[in-house]
């Protein structure tokens, strides 16, 4: 059974970067696309992004410029890194195993979901 | 973006009722939309992937239908343990985007 598990700072200062660590167990993250999803407060789930193991990414491109998804291998693991944050990038970050039977994908795979708040 | 609209926003409904809930795509995504559940402090669950199919390990009370901009989730007769929010999302277009969500209470 793959478990995923967010870890970080639970508090960023606004123009810093938010940075995440989803380690994976259960499974090999090779061979698959890894993905990241925010929840604000009180509103709905948005896509951020995804990464595949041969470095490949696809990114929501109302964040693209200040993001960058990436895999460590060796480690299990793959991050997030959102730069320049305000008030607005305050959520509940979920990991995920994004999956496809042909052309169909979706999130089969979920973390716990960590949020992250902006504030001085 | 495609614009994902689920109605209702809340249901309350009973244990052992039979619940519907829709989802509109701005444009047409074919079969490419996804069901989730999300309950407070839990990991989401998929539900339904393709439209139509059932997540391996899923209960058979849940199925979903549609195709094109019209989407249906139905839970055949709700458990106590179906009380949560639930979410469509397309995968057709990129980006991905998810519905506001369907929150289902206990009346």
């Known amino acids: 059974q793959v478990q995923l598990q967010e870890s970080g700072p639970g508090l960023v200062k606004p123009s810093e970067t938010l940075s995440l660590t989803c380690s994976v167990s259960g499974g090999s993250i090779t061979g698959y696309y890894w993905s990241w999803i925010r929840q604000p407060p009180g509103k709905g789930l948005e896509w951020i992004g995804y990464t595949f193991y041969i470095g490949s990414t696809n990114y929501n491109p109302s964040l693209k410029s200040r993001l960058n998804i990436s895999m460590d291998t060796s480690k299990n693991q793959f991050s997030l890194e959102l730069s320049s944050v305000t008030a607005a990038d305050t959520a509940v970050y979920y990991c995920?195993?994004?999956?496809?039977?042909?052309?169909?994908?979706?999130?089969?795979?979920w973390g716990r979901g960590t949020l992250v708040t902006v504030s001085s | 973006d495609i614009q994902m609209t689920q109605s209702p926003s809340s249901l309350s409904a009973s244990v052992g009722d039979r619940v519907s809930i829709t989802c509109r795509a701005s444009q047409s995504v074919s079969n490419f939309l996804n069901w989730y559940q999300l309950k407070p402090g839990k990991v989401p669950k998929l539900l339904i992937f393709a439209a139509s199919s059932l997540q391996i390990g899923v209960s058979s009370r849940f199925s979903g239908s549609g195709s094109g901009t019209d989407f249906t989730l139905t839970i055949s007769s709700l458990q106590p343990e179906d009380f949560a929010t639930y979410y469509c999302q397309q995968s057709y277009g990129n980006p991905y985007t998810f519905g506001q969500g369907t929150n289902l209470e206990i009346k």
């Open positions: 995920a195993r994004r999956y496809c039977i042909g052309v169909n994908c979706f999130v089969d795979y």
